[in-house]
């Protein structure tokens, strides 16, 4: 039987390292019930026993300022673990321990895993474990999650302490709140409010903190008792403000670190050396962060990373194109002319191949900013664009939002429009979640590569960074617009601690990497297929009239009527032997005459194919758009591909792939979808960039405009990001096409 444990801490405390550690690659991840923010379980199998262990969301603090600190909460109070590991960063441990107070107060068995014990040591920090463990009454284990120091001894400690119960921490704070919390608590117990889930005092602190989920659950529970406890809490915030000029939550505040203080005191910390000195970090921080000279370096951070991504990617995607480009030919040859066999090259193979075979470059750009994130640069980018995000109408907050939409090509918008919880200010957070979905996500990136490898293949990675650039340029001026305009507003200030430099293990970097591509290739298995089934239907029904598929059929005929029966005979062994897999042979002992006859017939079935294609649903709704979107030389195809991107922007690649692949003349000279672009009539880089830059500013996935509307508390808001970025985007590209089109002629 195995037993509960929930894994807590701070924000870069190393929280995640250890679980990876714990659990390895017996994890999976999911949502909390009800709500957005991750759940990540695995189990930890060891000679000290079984553990179930849930890595609860990094929060600071247990009062419900934000989502995950109410999941956090929420989970130890509904789940009841039999004990909280809570990961406490040895090199900031008096700010740490604010939230180890607050888990000792919930009266819930804790030990703490003091981290980074080699950080401190580099900074001449020496921690009496056993008197630290004696003054706060719970089990310290010390150690090193990225190399696993300390695990074995945790897993025992656990072991030891699982079942035993914990004596509730009383911290008193000031003769004023105390007051007020004898009196709370005394009510509280008399009438069971809320006893069933919390502690009588605990529940009072809330009320003095106003913790808004407590006070809303008391009102459901008994609201007479609630209306007398919110009494006394005005009475003596009242007070406070007249006497002290402050509110009961900065008084308990103030008096849970004087408790830390007490402890930390009684020669628990020793330096060994001057503990002021310059650190590695700090001077790492002096030129990566210096004003001028970081975005420099950022910069060339971020080529580095598309040089890597693109350089050791062309390999293995080529392997990839090469596998379904074998698959399609197996299809090809195992099934008969048909609808079936249309829906499996073309619909499957072709749509989702060309999704998945991007595969491996996406892997890599994982891999690199997996690197970067645990490293600690990632906060240091956070870190100095703050400074260009204020001239915007931002918050510097918003800019791990940016980063984790796709700042660093390769994220995600819902995660993004989600991470704009930590902002405060309503209308910051509301012009952050209306511009990350310009960043440059994981499901734009294959629409990138591929117009990339196609037209910009001996410049990729600085197109790369081009694109980049264009993405948060484009989100920051419209930014700046929308706080001009809709949303105006005052700028809050912007305070951020930063972890220190890391040497990111090998285990947790792969752990990162394969969680973010599983994901991409779950969408695309799923998703992105059943997406790409409706579109090859709307793009194969209804098919060609009779008259019209009779006049292909007589002009196939007219070309055999004068060939020569040796010629047919060529051209039937041909076919014969294709089956056979022995294409290439044969193709060089066809007569010239042969030759001419063979690309005719192919030439018609093409054409055939096209106007197929273009009198479908799909090719129909395209070619409507194509009297407006000329403009901005998109023709039809690109047209279905687009609006199917509006449900998911890998499906323009899909969809691209599936369009351009019906009634291909020869599939033996063109394997993949770029070398079919290249050659396809009204395509070239201005096109290509031109789409580009019409994929990075128009209109959110589908999930993502649910995502906006959920946070944004409003359909309105939803609706305007669909319609705004689309006719922006749109804009942008007819001008691009247009300017270019002239320079070019």
């Given at each position: ?156 400690t656990i072991a030891s302490n699982v079942n035993g119960k914990a004596e509730p921490l009383t911290i008193s704070y000031g003769r004023d709140i105390d007051t007020a919390l004898d009196e709370m608590e005394e009510i509280i117990q008399s009438s069971t409010f809320l006893t069933a889930r ?195 109408g931002l918050h510097g907050s918003s800019v791990m939002a940016f980063i984790v939409s796709g700042g660093i090509a390769g994220g995600c918008a819902v ?331």
């Open positions: 039987m195995s037993t509960a444990i929930a894994l807590a801490g701070n924000p870069n405390s190393g929280k995640t390292t250890l679980f990876n550690e714990l659990t390895g690659a017996r994890q999976h991840v999911g949502n909390y019930p009800g709500v957005t923010v991750e759940k990540k379980q695995g189990t930890c199998v060891s000679d000290s026993g079984k553990f179930d262990i849930v890595d609860l969301p990094g929060t600071y603090s247990l009062t419900a300022y934000s989502l995950e600190e109410v999941v956090a909460r929420d989970f130890l109070v509904n789940e009841k673990p039999s004990m909280i590991v809570n990961i406490v960063d040895a090199s900031n441990l008096e700010r740490n321990l604010y939230l180890s107070v607050q888990f000792m107060e919930m009266g819930i068995p804790v030990t703490i895993a003091l981290n980074m014990m080699d950080v401190a040591k580099k900074r001449g920090i020496k921690i009496d474990i056993k008197k630290l463990s004696k003054l706060l009454n719970v089990p310290v284990v010390p150690t090193i999650a990225r190399s696993g120091e300390g695990k074995k001894e945790l897993l025992q919390y502690r009588a005092r605990w529940t009072a602190i809330k009320y003095l903190e106003k913790d808004q989920q407590i006070v809303e659950s008391g009102k459901k529970e008994d609201m007479k008792v609630a209306l007398q406890l919110e009494g006394i809490v005005k009475k003596v915030t009242g007070h406070l403000l007249a006497t002290l000029d402050t509110h009961p939550e900065g008084i308990i505040a103030d008096h849970r670190y004087g408790f830390i203080n007490s402890v930390l005191k009684q020669n628990v910390i020793g330096y060994f050396q001057d503990k002021n000195r310059l650190q590695l970090s700090d001077k790492i921080d002096k030129a990566v962060t210096n004003r001028f000279l970081g975005p420099i370096i950022m910069v060339g951070i971020l080529m580095g990373l598309y040089k890597f991504t693109f350089t050791y990617s062309e390999i293995p995607v080529g392997w990839f194109e090469s596998f379904f480009g074998w698959i399609g030919g197996i299809a090809d040859n195992a099934l008969p002319e048909g609808h079936l066999k249309s829906l499996v090259i073309s619909g499957i193979i072709d749509g989702v191949g060309g999704v998945l075979g991007f595969v491996p470059l996406i892997m890599f750009m994982f891999l690199g900013i997996a690197f970067l994130e645990d490293s600690g640069y990632l906060a240091r980018m956070a870190f100095m664009l703050d400074r260009v995000f204020r001239m915007f995660p993004g429009v989600m991470a704009t919880r930590t902002l405060k200010s309503p209308k910051e957070r509301l012009t952050t979640l209306l511009t990350v979905p310009f960043m440059n996500c994981g499901a734009k990136l294959p629409v990138y590569a591929l117009l990339v490898a196609a037209f910009f293949s001996k410049n990729e990675a600085t197109v790369m960074l081009l694109i980049t650039l264009i993405s948060w340029v484009g989100a920051l001026l419209v930014a700046r617009l929308l706080r001009s305009t809709v949303i105006k507003g005052e700028s809050t200030p912007f305070v951020m601690e930063l972890p220190p430099y890391r040497m990111p293990t090998i285990k947790g970097i792969l752990i990162h990497t394969w969680e973010r591509t599983w994901q991409y290739i779950k969408k695309a298995g799923t998703v992105i297929l059943g997406i790409s089934i409706v579109l090859w239907a709307m793009m194969t029904f209804p098919g060609l009239p009779e008259t019209k598929t009779q006049e292909f059929e007589s002009l196939r005929l007219f070309i055999m009527s004068g060939v020569p029966a040796r010629v047919l005979s060529e051209i039937e062994t041909l076919e014969t032997e294709t089956i056979k897999g022995d294409n290439l042979k044969v193709t060089r002992k066809l007569s010239a005459k042969a030759m001419v006859v063979k690309k005719s017939l192919a030439q018609v079935d093409f054409d055939e194919a096209h106007a197929g294609l273009k009198n479908s649903i799909a090719g129909r709704i395209g070619s409507s758009l194509e009297g407006i979107t000329k403009f901005a030389g998109f023709d039809w195809r690109t047209n279905i591909a687009l609006v199917g991107g509006f449900a998911a922007k890998e499906i323009v690649v899909s969809t691209l792939g599936t369009a351009y692949s019906i009634g291909e003349v020869d599939p033996e000279e063109t394997t993949s979808l770029s070398d079919r672009l290249k050659v396809a009539e009204g395509w070239g880089p201005l096109t290509a960039f031109s789409l580009i830059i019409f994929t990075i500013f128009y209109a959110p996935c589908f999930v993502t405009v649910v995502c906006i509307a959920k946070e944004a508390g409003s359909w309105k808001w939803a609706a305007f990001s669909v319609v705004f970025n689309t006719v922006l985007a749109f804009g942008l590209s007819v001008l691009f096409y247009q300017v270019g089109s002239i320079v070019l002629t």
